[in-house]
């Protein structure tokens, strides 16, 4: 090989700087809601596409031939591998490579994008994942082995084996339980929203008021009692005997000492030992019929009672049996057949069990539709029970067991039988399920003919249990799959009983948190119990839950998971959605209300349009029957419409807009500004809500961006049924005070001049503020600043719109400089005033306390202080301080 593609190998280098985690819908894609957005360096292979690199194509297909499988954009197969040798570049091999180590983990993906960055050489790599932490664990991996092939021309198959492993570990170690996933299957293919919770593995199912719990098959409706009574082996009995129900003669005994009688008590030989309080079949040893088995049996069966409880029966002769009763009826029945081996005269019984586990069905545990048979003392001690040995070949046709109980976490099989239960046996059993009292119960019968009644064949029930796995009977050894999660769903979500409360999602660059304030508003006007989450903080009801900027998807996960909320109203702001995409699959109405130049080149977001992008996954959700509440006056959000799965509303400070006529035309709904009046319109129908002066929150119709705001409102809450006068009463009774809507147009009135507190800190919200400010009669006197992490030009302009409204200007910084030295911030902020007016009369006071302060001295009589902070709750205390002198 040539000495410079040595040295080429030697000092090649990748870095992951970022790894993002999006758990629903999201800016790189609406329907595929699990996807890792990797940040990645490429360094100096930025500028090296792979058919430049020796050997990287031979090493690449060696250790994953399988990449022969992704078609990309020639569009068959083994057009990715195409691409390799002619020459792609590293970030698009590592998106596949991520996608395929899933893939062989049997996690099946499929979606990826690598898109470059502003940042030369800088990518995101972004691709599908069924677990987030092996979604994590791939992408790190495919850039250690694509790195390693760039630097060795090979990736040690040692080492991949090694990836496999421990992906395949932490997918096992995050999946549900094949009963959980069973549920949620249903539940996703009935559009019921569903979503782990915190503790006890518990998952809920449906939103808010709606929701109900489920912990594998316990269900909200499984009642403590019933539940502790099956788990007590010795009271069920009892209680089924009591109600002439056929259960195994037996008694219960806590010392060994108590055994010899006990075994005469219940008749003598064969018996049945097993723990009271046990489950799986752990502990129980069937078909005893020595003392010197007995024995033995007590002390395995004592071991696994918490209480060292011992269950002595007598042993009856018949099939096992799993009976499935939901919600008081017989949906499945199972016959289970324990672990065992079938001789062809070839193989001994060790062998047979290798075989029998290659069965792709057969995982670890619960993993997979059957469990593997694992070779142990106790299959020892029934293979010696049977005259067997491992290394025995058995006869073709001979069944070796290796258990006793016919469990399939050891290894059992299930075979269906639904369709030949006895009609008495059916009716037994859901009188059985009513005697108890459970919703979800499996019943365990022992007999030779489950087509026969239990009593005429001697067969008895020998245990009910809450929790019953479902795997028997969604996927048997032999027989018809059984949809046990239908009654499930069906007992939990009636029909025509809804699992979602009404979602209110509102984005935009301004006016984000008084819009979802004033819709919570005008909502809670219906009696109905609204939760909001907003800049400020979490709001149930009349309360709040947790302060703080809480606009992204734990927050609005809150409301979601609350179960008193009955409408839920989401601030939804641009950093929640690049991070981790949104709580919710859906909504009811989605708000975006302007598209303005803020937060650019934050997140990789560095054009207007790619934020418009950002803003339009709100309109995106809303689902076929809600509504996208749209404004018409700008451009990059009334485009948002062609992307709208559901229905349109507009809403405009002009009742002329081409788009608002063009809509009403084809008797849309629209709300607008219109002769001083806020008023819905519907095709050539008008209905006036109230005039724009006696709405406060307008600031007697002089604010034009908070009528906007309303507008907006009173269109979402108008689109979903919210009868007319409740959305009167709402608009008339919410104000822009200190109290309800912090930092949004808080206007104080101090005597001889006043003072306004607004957090706008982006070019249009400066020119919003602006509007209502230039109609003020007297002094303007404005505190400006803004957020270090902004563009040049952005700060640049927020001094150029101060210049042009504010007689006298102070200008300050935040406290946390976000990268910026200090001083650098307002200086391109005077430099700002300085372009728009060479004579302007500003200062500069850095710190905010003290130029509030100055500000608040020096304003004349009759003026107007504005104010535009970092800490709103620390500029409206420095003027309540003044308002109480």
């Known amino acids: 090989m040539c000495p410079q593609a040595c040295f080429f190998r030697e000092t090649a280098s990748m870095k992951i700087l970022k790894t993002l985690t999006l758990r629903g819908p999201n800016y790189w894609s609406i329907r595929r809601k699990k996807l890792i957005v990797m940040r990645l360096d490429l360094e100096n292979l930025a500028e090296r596409p792979s058919n430049e690199i020796p050997g990287f194509y031979e090493g690449l ?3 994953l031939p399988s990449l022969v499988e992704h078609y990309c954009s020639p ?69 250690r082995l694509c790195q390693s092939i760039v630097e060795t021309g090979s990736y040690p198959p040692k080492e991949l084996e090694q990836d496999l492993s421990d992906l395949r570990d932490l997918q096992a170690n995050a999946a549900l339980g094949p009963s959980t996933q069973t549920l949620v299957t249903e539940a996703e293919a009935r559009n019921i929203p569903w979503m782990p919770l915190s503790a006890r593995a518990m998952v809920q199912l449906g939103y808010g008021v709606h929701q109900k719990r489920i912990q594998a098959t316990l269900s909200e409706y499984s009642g403590i009692l019933a539940v502790e009574l099956a788990c007590d082996k010795e009271g069920t009995k009892t209680i089924l005997q009591d109600a002439g129900v056929p259960v195994p003669r037996g008694t219960s005994i806590q010392f060994f000492e108590e055994l010899e009688s006990a075994i005469a008590d219940v008749g003598g030989y064969p018996i049945v030992l097993k723990p009271l309080d046990g489950n799986h079949g752990r502990g129980i040893t069937i078909d005893v019929n020595s003392w010197e088995d007995a024995k033995e049996a007590y002390d395995i069966a004592s071991k696994e009672s918490k209480t060292r409880t011992v269950i002595v029966e007598r042993f009856y002769q018949g099939s096992d049996h799993r009976l499935l009763v939901i919600n008081g009826k017989l949906v499945a029945v199972a016959e289970r057949v324990p672990a065992h081996v079938v001789g062809d005269d070839q193989h001994t019984i060790e062998e047979l069990i290798s075989i029998t586990n290659e069965d792709p069905r057969r995982g670890e545990g619960h993993d997979n539709v059957l469990t593997k048979i694992k070779v142990d003392k106790t299959s020892l001690a029934v293979l010696e029970k049977q005259g067997l040995r491992l290394e025995t070949v058995l006869n073709k046709g001979e069944i070796a067991y290796l258990r006793a109980t016919a469990n399939l976490s ?43 009644p239990v009593r005429d064949v001697d067969g008895v029930i020998v245990e009910v249990n809450a929790a019953p796995g479902f795997r028997m009977h969604v996927a048997p050894s032999q027989g018809l799959s059984r949809n046990v999660a239908a009654p499930v769903m069906d007992m939990l979500f009636p029909p025509e009983t809804p699992s979602r409360v009404p979602i209110v999602a509102i984005t935009g660059t301004n006016g984000k948190t008084t819009t979802t304030r004033l819709t919570a508003h ?131 400070m002009n009742p002329d807009n081409e788009i608002i006529q063009n809509h009403l035309r084809r008797d849309g709904l ?61 608009v008339r009774t919410f104000t822009a005070s200190a109290e309800q809507t912090p930092g949004r147009m808080n206007l104080f009135n101090l005597g001889d001049h006043h003072a306004l507190v607004d957090y706008a800190h982006n070019p249009a919200g400066y020119e919003a503020v602006g509007e209502f400010v230039k109609n003020w009669q007297g002094q303007r006197l404005g505190v400006v600043g803004g957020p270090g992490d902004r563009r040049d030009e952005d700060l640049v302009l927020l001094g150029k719109i101060a210049a042009r409204v504010f007689d006298r200007i102070i200008v300050k910084e935040d406290d946390d400089k976000r990268g910026r030295d200090r001083g650098e911030a307002a200086d391109l902020i005077i430099k700002g005033i300085l372009q728009e007016n060479s004579q302007a009369y500003y200062e500069a006071i850095l710190d905010e306390t003290e130029a509030i302060n100055y500000g608040l001295d020096k304003v004349e009589k009759g003026g107007l202080v504005v104010v535009f902070p970092e800490s709103v709750t620390r500029a409206i205390s420095l003027i309540k301080q003044r308002e109480s002198v």
């Open 61 to 63: 297909v060696d250790i």
């Open 410 to 452: 050891t290894g059992g099989i299930a075979i269906d039988r639904t369709d030949e239960v006895h009609p008495e046996n059916l009716w037994m059993a859901e009188r059985v399920a009513k005697i108890i009292g459970l919703d979800i119960m499996g019943i365990d019968v022992v007999t030779p003919d489950i087509s026969k």
């Open 75 to 143: 569009g068959h197969r083994g057009g990715f591998l195409e691409r390799v040798k002619k020459g792609t570049y590293m970030g698009h091999i590592i998106e596949h490579v991520a996608l395929e180590l899933q893939e062989l983990t049997k996690m099946p993906v499929g979606f990826g994008r690598t898109r470059e960055t502003a940042t030369p050489g800088v990518y995101n790599v972004v691709f599908e994942y069924v677990d987030e932490q092996a979604g994590r664990y791939a992408g790190r991996a495919a850039v």
């Open 670 to 730: 629209a709300a607008v500004y219109e002769n001083g009046y806020l008023s819905i319109l519907e095709g050539q129908f008008t209905l006036r809500i109230e005039e724009a002066v006696n709405i406060p929150m307008t600031m007697g119709g002089m604010a034009p961006f908070m009528i906007a705001n309303a507008l907006a409102a009173c269109l979402a809450a108008f689109s979903q049924g919210v009868d007319i006068e409740d959305i009167r009463q709402g």
């Open 522 to 652: 005008i909502y809670r006007q219906t009696g109905k119990v609204v939760g909001y989450t907003s800049t400020d903080g979490v709001y149930i009801g009349d309360y709040l839950v947790e302060k703080g900027d809480n606009t992204g998807p734990f927050s609005a996960s809150m409301i979601l998971k609350d179960p008193t909320v009955e409408v839920a109203v989401l601030e939804s702001a641009r950093g929640g959605i690049l991070r981790s995409g949104l709580a919710f699959d859906s909504c009811d109405v989605g708000i975006v209300l302007n598209v303005a130049a803020d937060h650019l080149g934050l997140g990789d977001i560095n054009t207007i349009e790619q934020m418009a992008q950002v803003k339009g996954v709100i309109a995106e959700v809303v689902h076929p029957e809600g509504h996208a509440v749209l404004n018409a006056d700008d451009p990059l959000v009334a485009a948002m419409a062609e992307k709208v799965k559901g229905k349109i509303a507009y809403f405009s």
